[in-house]
Every structure is written in structure tokens, then in C-alpha cells.
């Protein structure tokens, strides 16, 4: 299956700079995940603008060779690498099957793609409710607190 990507649009006008519109200037975030940055808290897209690319994750089936999984890294890192042009500052959110993950990651550092990587970290809230019947719901919220970098290439 192959990997596709929704390109957010920037808002109309913007600022002209050095040719280029306001949004154009700042860092590229590719969201490489399943929770759309369209559902972040504020302050998590804040410093991204508008420049923020949702890249849905793949489907890994856990049947799956390392090999597989190996070429759907390939894959994403082909796409990341088309992203990566006009000296843009290019930063990836990696977020999902643990296999895949790793393997991208490794295949970034290989092929000396010029990303950083950006790992989002949350403070998280345990909620324990007592149902009438007696069992016990629990649910996790989880709070942005800051941008974690780490450059690859």
C-alpha cells in the first residue's frame, strides 16, 4: 500500500519575505502518526504555523517480515526526502508501530536525510471512576508540555 500524505494549505496572503510568504519561512513539521494535528491543544501547533503536514502511519500487520516492514520505511523516507528542498528546515513526529519506527529512523540516519526529529512530551492524568456496578473506569488525559528535538542529519 502506498504511503500518501494531506498537504495542509496555508491561510491566503501572509506576509512577503525575501520572495517568499510568511508561512514559507517557517519550520516544516511532518507528522508522521494517527492523531491528526487538526485535534492538537493550541499550544502544540504554536511555532509550527501553518507549516505542519499530516503523513498518515501505515498499516503494519503484525505478520509482517522485518523485510516488509523494512521497504514501508523506504517508502516514508522517499517521501520525507521529497520534502526536503529550498533549504527548508524539515522536522518529522515518528509516532507509532514500534518496528517501523526504529527501522525509519535508521534508514533517515543511512541515507543522511537533513531532518530533526521532534517528540512531542505530555504530562499525563490517570482518572479513576467507580461505576455503579462496581467496576472501575480508567481513562488517561494527556497534557502537551514541550517539543523535544533530536537532529539527524
Known amino acids: 500500500?502506498?504511503?500518501?500524505?494531506?498537504?495542509?494549505?496555508?491561510?491566503?496572503?501572509g506576509e512577503v519575505k525575501n520572495g517568499r510568504k510568511k508561512e514559507e519561512t517557517m519550520p516544516k513539521l511532518l507528522n508522521v502518526s494517527n492523531h491528526s494535528f487538526h485535534n492538537w491543544e493550541e499550544s502544540?501547533?504554536?511555532?509550527?504555523?501553518?507549516?505542519?503536514?499530516?503523513?498518515?502511519?501505515?498499516q503494519i500487520d503484525p505478520t509482517s517480515s522485518i523485510e516488509e516492514v523494512r521497504g514501508k520505511a523506504r517508502q516514508l523516507v522517499t517521501l520525507i526526502r521529497g520534502h526536503c528542498n529550498n533549504n527548508d528546515t524539515i522536522f518529522v513526529m515518528l509516532q507509532g508501530e514500534f518496528t517501523f519506527c526504529y527501522l525509519t529512523l535508521l534508514e533517515l540516519q543511512k541515507?543522511?536525510?537533513?531532518?530533526?526529529?521532534?517528540?512531542?512530551?505530555?504530562?499525563?492524568k490517570v482518572v479513576e471512576e467507580k461505576l455503579p456496578d462496581g467496576s472501575v473506569k480508567k481513562s488517561s488525559i494527556f497534557k502537551f508540555v514541550q517539543w523535544r528535538i533530536i537532529p539527524l542529519g
Open 1 to 13: 500500500m502506498p504511503l500518501g500524505f494531506l498537504p495542509v494549505e496555508p491561510p491566503s496572503g
Open 111 to 124: 541515507e543522511r536525510v537533513p531532518v530533526s526529529l521532534a517528540i512531542p512530551t505530555t504530562e499525563r
Open 44 to 58: 502544540q501547533k504554536e511555532g509550527w504555523g501553518w507549516n505542519i503536514i499530516d503523513v498518515p502511519f501505515p
